[in-house]
Every structure is written in structure tokens, then in C-alpha cells.
């Protein structure tokens, strides 16, 4: 097929994007396990984060290739007159770019509705109040709800049934851990693993959102604690209240409950009550690993734009188109 | 990469230890026996774990390949496929009896629940203790 010159390189980089996608995806599948054993080792926040990133590597990674290596390349050593034929494989490679991209904006905006829908929805309900500076919706006949709910202003829901069997101490406890939810994004990053395209049905990207998942309440524990062990207790106290009630299913995916599904329930008691492991307090990562990651990511990137690199690049492309 | 059979045994026929070492294949992905070993909540023999993880590759649950001298062992299913498949063989299962009795049912679901209300009940049985070690004078 022989298509103009901005068409031939939106297919090119759309059947690009998908290649290296896939060449990401299986390693990352391939490395999901000996991440999740160094996550095991490290505190929950930074597990957290390090999982988030290797789930969202092969997409970050390959939009950055198409972007930095591909395009350049393309426009600088593809000559504007040139006729050149599309071939099939790299036809086939850009449909299916396009479908794994309208899957995972389709999943995306399916979040984004119910979960407007579902802040519509306690709003009709609830009724707003304030605990402890917080504001909360407050709704009756909602079981062990408490959660937050939404991604850039996330609410609070509460049942009323929570509220009356939660001591002050414990529903402090619980509001702390839903406001270490709120600080560090974590519905933000939710929506973003739904965006993150998944190409391959192996389980280790799969493993790596639910280590995430996982991690993301134990940091929210950590944080909400702060090393105080009289809080650390109130909170173990306020996760049983709350699975007493009933453990609520996630109405929404933008949405993070205190006991989300009740499977790491017994896990995260015992790290409550084990209280040496916790004390984390909202550590962020070093000034020194922050300047060596923006160091190294100047450096490949600079690399990547040198004239030898998109010479190379061009041949590939060459390859690819045919 | 070798597969026993196509469709795998029937998840009744699961005991604990092999949902535990599923739930380790899941959570961590493709292991050796070494491995899940390691990772399981109490201590047993090596030769144990190698004949769990062995069963359920013969049930059909779990794919194998050979590396180097041991075999990497992984799950055929995700959680979730597993999961709805449990459910749907439990009540599909109960369902298609001569005679089947909507109470029983019920009464299952209520059994299952009481069993986490058991778990709740020592939760908060340790959650008193660690309050009382934290009363104490001395303690802060």
C-alpha cells in the first residue's frame, strides 16, 4: 500500500510502539517474579513504587522510543519525496497498536464514568459532614464502607455503620490511612495501570499490579501509623471493625477501600500488631537516586538523539516498513 | 513446556496445601520447588513440595518446563479464572442434584462466612492482647 508521507510515519510509529512494546512486556513478564522477590525486601512505599514502575515501564518506554528514536529519525532521514511502498507485517503491527490503545483508553474511560457515577451516586445519597478536618460523605445501609473514591479530588465515603462502631481512636487511624491514600495519588495510579496496555495474557504484569495493589496498603498502613504503636493498634482494630460489616466489594475502580476485598486482612493485622516492621513515615526517594535517575534518563535520551543512533534507527525502519 | 490434560481436575479435589502453593504461583509467578518452599507460611520438606506441585501438574492446574536440572512450575489459570471457575463448579455442582435444596445452599454460604468470622474473632483476640501489652506500665 502507498500512503503520503505523514500517514507512512504515523503507521510506522504505531506499528513501532507495538513492537517494542511487546519485546518490553515479555521481559518485564520474564522479570515479574525476581521484582516482586526485591519488592518482598524493601519497605512497602518503595515496593510499591518500584512495582508501579515496572508495570508501566513497557508503555513509558516504548512511547519514549517512538518519540525520541523513531520520529527523529524519520523526519530527519526519510526524504519528503520518497514513494515507498507499507508492507503487511508492519500494517498488521499498526492495527494492532491501534487496538491495544483503544482497549486500554476504552478501559480507562469505562473507569472514569463509573466512577463519576458512583460519586454521583453517594452524593444523592450521603450526606456530607466533616471528620477530623476531612470531608466525607456519610450514607446509611452501606455495610464496611470506607473508602475513597475518585481520582483527582478524591471523597470520602463512610457508612454510618462504621461510623457508630469505630472508637475515635480507630476512625482516626482509618481517616489517616485513607489520607496517605489521598497524598500519595494512588487512585491516580490506578487509573493509570488501567490505561497501561496490555499485550500479553501471561500473569506477571498481572502479579505486578496486585504486588502494587498489596504494597499500597501496607505504605497507607505505614504512613497512617507513623511508628506510633498505640495507632498501629487502633488501626488493626478499625480493619476488623470494618470486615465485620462486611468487606464491600469496590464499587468503582477508582477507588480505594480501608479493606478493600478482606484477602490480606490477617496480613496486614499481623503487621499492624508486629509493630517493629512499621514507622514509615511519607519517605520519598532521595535527592542523590532522584539526580541519578534524571541523570541517566538525560544521558540515553541525549544518546538516543545522536546522529549514529537515528542512522540505525532509519535502517530499521526501513526494514520494518517492507 | 508440557501440559497433562486440557481441562484440569475438578477444584474440589484441591487440599490446603495446594490452594497455598497456588496462591504462591500466582503471587509470585513461574517458581522451583526451592522457591515455593521458601515461600510457604510453615516449614515442610522439600520432597513435600515437590509432590504437591507435582499432583496439581498432573491435575492440570499448574504447566511445567525444565531449567537447567529443576522444573519451573506456573499456573495455567489467572486468580480470577480460578476464582469464578470455584464458584460456578460449587454451585453449578450442588445444582444439577435430583433434588436441590435452596436451604442447604444458604446454609454453605453461611458456614463459609462463619468460618471468617472465626478468623475476625482471633484477630481481635490478638488486638486485645497487644492492648494490654501496650497498658502496661513501662510500656509506651
Known amino acids: 500500500m502507498i500512503l503520503p508521507y505523514l500517514v507512512r510515519l504515523t503507521v510506522l510509529s504505531l506499528a513501532c510502539f507495538f513492537l517494542v512494546h511487546v519485546v518490553l512486556a515479555v ?7 525476581w521484582l516482586l522477590r526485591v519488592a518482598e525486601r524493601r519497605r512497602p512505599g518503595s515496593a510499591a513504587r518500584l512495582l508501579l514502575a515496572a508495570r508501566l515501564f513497557p508503555s513509558v518506554a516504548s512511547v519514549l522510543v517512538v518519540a525520541c528514536v523513531c520520529v527523529p529519525s524519520y523526519l530527519w532521514l526519510e526524504p519528503e519525496a520518497t514513494v515507498e511502498r507499507v508492507g503487511v507485517v508492519c500494517l498488521a503491527a499498526a492495527l494492532l497498536s491501534v487496538a491495544i490503545w483503544v482497549v486500554s483508553a476504552g478501559r480507562g474511560l469505562r473507569a472514569i464514568i463509573l466512577s ?13 459532614t466533616r471528620l ?8 446509611d445501609g452501606a455495610g ?5 473514591a475518585g481520582i483527582l479530588r478524591p471523597h ?3 457508612s454510618r455503620e462504621v461510623l457508630q462502631n469505630l472508637s475515635a481512636l480507630e476512625l482516626e487511624a482509618a481517616l489517616l490511612h485513607e489520607r496517605a491514600h489521598f497524598t500519595s495519588r494512588d487512585n491516580l495510579k490506578r487509573l493509570l495501570l488501567l490505561l497501561a496496555p496490555h499485550v500479553l495474557p501471561g500473569v506477571g504484569l498481572q502479579s505486578l499490579e496486585r504486588g502494587w495493589a498489596k504494597y499500597t496498603e501496607w505504605a497507607a498502613d505505614d504512613r497512617a501509623v507513623a511508628g506510633d504503636p498505640g495507632r498501629s493498634v487502633s488501626l488493626a482494630a478499625a480493619l476488623v471493625q470494618v470486615a465485620r460489616l462486611g468487606v464491600n466489594m469496590e464499587a468503582s475502580p477508582l477507588m480505594t477501600s480501608l479493606v478493600a476485598d478482606g484477602r490480606d486482612l490477617e496480613a496486614r493485622v499481623n503487621r499492624l500488631l508486629g509493630a517493629a516492621q512499621c514507622g514509615e513515615i511519607t519517605r520519598q526517594g532521595t535527592p542523590a537516586f532522584i539526580a541519578a535517575s534524571l541523570l541517566g534518563a538525560g544521558t540515553l535520551l541525549v544518546a538516543s538523539m545522536g546522529p549514529t543512533t537515528l542512522q540505525a534507527a532509519h535502517r530499521l525502519l526501513e526494514h520494518l516498513i517492507r | 513446556m508440557q501440559a497433562v490434560d486440557d481441562k484440569p481436575a475438578g477444584l474440589a479435589s484441591l ?15 513461574e517458581s522451583n520447588v526451592h522457591q515455593v518452599a521458601q515461600r510457604l507460611e510453615r516449614p515442610l520438606a522439600y520432597t513435600t513440595v515437590m509432590t504437591t506441585l507435582d499432583r496439581l501438574y498432573k ?3 499448574l504447566e511445567r518446563r525444565k531449567s537447567e536440572r529443576a522444573y519451573l512450575y506456573s499456573t495455567r489459570q489467572s486468580r480470577e479464572a480460578w476464582e469464578h471457575q470455584a464458584a460456578e463448579d460449587f454451585v453449578t455442582g450442588y445444582l444439577v442434584r435430583p433434588h436441590p435444596a435452596g436451604e442447604l445452599l444458604i446454609s454453605c454460604l453461611v458456614d463459609a462466612v462463619g468460618q471468617n468470622a472465626k478468623l475476625l474473632d482471633e484477630l481481635e483476640k490478638k488486638i486485645r492482647l497487644k492492648r494490654k501489652e501496650l497498658d502496661r506500665p513501662g510500656k509506651s
Not at chain 1, 477530623?132 to 450514607?139: M, N, T
Not at chain 1, 464496611?144 to 475513597?148: H, T, V
Open chain 1, 27 to 33: 521481559a518485564m513478564n520474564w522479570l515479574a517474579p
Open chain 1, 116 to 128: 463519576g457515577h458512583y460519586l454521583r451516586r453517594c452524593r444523592e445519597l450521603g450526606r456530607e
Open chain 1, 132 to 139: 477530623a478536618g476531612e470531608k466525607a460523605r456519610v450514607i
Open chain 1, 144 to 148: 464496611g464502607l470506607f473508602a475513597l
Open chain 1, 156 to 158: 470520602l465515603v463512610i
Open chain 2, 15 to 29: 487440599g490446603h496445601l495446594e490452594i497455598a502453593v497456588m496462591e504462591i504461583l500466582w503471587e509470585h509467578g
Open chain 2, 59 to 61: 491435575k492440570g492446574w
